[in-house]
């Protein structure tokens, strides 16, 4: 869960973090920033980093920035926080570097989409297949015992009506079950973006 929100949150924040350090706002000001919230649990772990800064729990920003992309899981945080890091150690370009990385992120983000729009393309047709035919095909199953009356019925012996109806009412049900699991399935490809 906590790698989905960071995925969900990372782009919005780099775009945030460029703005302000282009605008001469500085690394720890930006931080304080982001962990003022709306951007998920990213804010939230900016915001206890900033707390210990304050209290001077901890060895300086590098070394929390170090902790933190312990407790990392999606790589992209991962990737910010080692930018960070370098910056704090290094003093690196960190407005080219989030530039870059809001790019290669965006790229990223557009290829994720692009791939799960083709995996959900047939998705409706099979939804629109199943929940049509599938019902169509159990009321035809269900009238023939009434077409067959008659002479027809003197060709072959049909089931009694109360198995056909049951037949007919487990053919919907599971026909309902197969739409609800081909559902299911493209929620969970869902890329969270």
Do not use: W
Request: net charge negative; proline share 4%; glycine share 12%.
């Amino acid at each position: 869960m906590r790698k989905l929100d960071e995925k969900r949150e990372l782009l919005y924040v780099i775009r945030t973090m460029d703005v302000l350090m282009s605008s001469g706002v500085g690394l720890e000001a930006a931080l304080h920033t982001i962990g003022k919230g709306g951007y998920g649990i990213i804010s939230e772990d900016f915001s206890a980093m900033m707390k210990r800064l304050r209290k001077g729990n901890s060895g300086g920003l590098g070394p929390e920035l170090k902790s933190q992309m312990k407790i990392a899981e999606s790589a992209g945080y991962k990737r910010l926080l080692n930018t960070l890091y370098t910056n704090v150690t290094q003093n690196t370009d960190l407005v080219e570097t989030l530039k870059k990385q809001g790019t290669r992120m965006e790229e990223d983000r557009s290829e994720e989409v692009e791939k799960y729009i083709e995996e959900l393309g047939g998705v409706p047709e099979t939804l629109l297949s199943i929940g049509m035919i599938g019902p169509i095909i159990l009321a035809i199953v269900g009238l023939v015992p009434q077409l067959m009356s008659g002479d027809l019925g003197a060709f072959m012996s049909l089931p009694e009506p109360a198995v056909i109806n049951s037949v007919v009412n487990i053919g919907l049900v599971v026909t309902l079950m197969g739409m609800a699991l081909i559902g299911l399935k493209a929620h969970t490809k869902d890329p969270g973006l």
